[in-house]
C-alpha cells in the first residue's frame, strides 16, 4: 500500500472519529512511524509501505482514534522552537504557555542575574525555554509531583531541550513555595485552574494528563489563591497564566497580596490568559 493512500485512509478514519486537523494528526503518526519529519512524507507518496511498517502504524492509529493525546503516543511536543518530551506525569505544554515565554523573556533580559523559579514545572517547558533564551539567571523549578520533575529532569537532559553550557538549572520537588525564602528576581507559574465540571466537558484527550496538573478546585483558583502570598514575599515581579475568564479576579487576587500593579496580556488569539504582577 503506498504512502499517500495510507495518509488518506488515516485521514479519513481520524474524520469519522472526530478529531481536529485529521490530516495533521495523520502526518504526525505516519511520520512517527517511519522515523521522518513530517514534511519528508510528502518527498515519498508512491512509497510502497512494508507489512513491518504498517503493523507499527496500525496500534498508533487505533491509540488516537480512541483520543488518546499525539504527544503522548509520539512521546514529545514542539515548545517554543525546540522539542520537549512528554508522558502521562505531566501536563502537555500548549501553545498559549509560550506567551507566558515571551513576557519573561522581556523581562528578564533588563534585570541583572537573579534566581528564576518556576512553580508547577511540569515538563519544565517553561523553565527550559527561559534557560535557552536568558541564560544568565539561576533557575529553579518546583513541582510537588516526583514523577513530573523525573520528566522536567529528563527534558534538561536531553539534546533537543538542553540549556547552553553553565547555565544553572535546579528542580525540587515542594508544595507551591512551602518553606523557600530565597529572593528571585521573577517567579513564573503555570498552575492547575480547570474545576471539575470543566475537566469533566473537555476533550477527551485532557483527561489524559495527570487530574493533579488540571483541577483548580471549585472556581479553578485554589492553588492560585495560596500561591500569590507565598509569592509577594519573595520577588516582585510573577507571571501567572490562567484561563481568559479568570484574568480579572486573578489580577484582583494578585493586588490583595500586595502586588501593586497588574497587566493582562492576550494570548495568541487575542484571548486575556497571562497575568503580570508586580509589588512596585
Known amino acids: 500500500m503506498k504512502l499517500l493512500a495510507v495518509l488518506e485512509a488515516t485521514t479519513g478514519h481520524f474524520s469519522r472519529h472526530g478529531l481536529a486537523s485529521p490530516r495533521l494528526q495523520a502526518e504526525l503518526l505516519i511520520a512517527h512511524a517511519l522515523s521522518l ?7 515519498q507518496f508512491e512509497r510502497e509501505l512494508t507489512d513491518p511498517e504498517l503493523e507499527t502504524l496500525r496500534p498508533l492509529v ?45 523581562i528578564l533580559k533588563d534585570l541583572a542575574p537573579g534566581l528564576v523559579i518556576d512553580v508547577g514545572t511540569g ?85 489524559h494528563d495527570p487530574m493533579l496538573a488540571l483541577d483548580g478546585g471549585t472556581e479553578g483558583l485554589d492553588l492560585i489563591r495560596l500561591f500569590l502570598p507565598q509569592a509577594v514575599k519573595i520577588t516582585s515581579v510573577v507571571l501567572l497564566e490562567c484561563a481568559p475568564a479568570q484574568t480579572e479576579t486573578v489580577a484582583a ?28
Not at 494578585?254 to 508586580?278: C, K, N
Open 37 to 43: 519529519p513530517r514534511l519528508g512524507i510528502y518527498l
Open 62 to 106: 487505533r491509540r488516537r482514534a480512541a483520543r488518546e493525546p499525539v504527544q503522548h503516543i509520539v512521546g514529545s511536543t514542539g515548545f517554543a522552537g525546540f522539542s520537549i518530551r512528554c508522558s502521562k506525569a505531566a501536563l502537555i505544554p500548549r501553545p498559549e504557555t509560550e506567551i507566558l515565554v515571551e513576557h519573561a523573556a522581556r
Open 123 to 207: 515538563t519544565g517547558a517553561i523553565l527550559l525555554a527561559l534557560a535557552r533564551l536568558q541564560p544568565q539567571h539561576r533557575y529553579l523549578g518546583l513541582d510537588i509531583s516526583a514523577e513530573a520533575l523525573a520528566l522536567a529532569q529528563e527534558n534538561a537532559a536531553h539534546p533537543s531541550s538542553a540549556s547552553p553550557v553553565g547555565t544553572q538549572i535546579t528542580w525540587k520537588q515542594n508544595d507551591l513555595l512551602a518553606g523557600l525564602s530565597d529572593p528571585a528576581v521573577l517567579l513564573t507559574a503555570n498552575l492547575p485552574y480547570l474545576t471539575l465540571n470543566e475537566i469533566e466537558s473537555a476533550d477527551p484527550e485532557v483527561r
Open 253 to 280: 487576587l494578585a493586588r490583595s497580596a500586595g502586588f501593586q500593579q497588574t497587566l493582562i496580556h492576550p494570548d495568541l488569539t487575542s484571548q486575556p490568559r497571562v497575568v503580570e504582577a508586580r509589588r512596585d
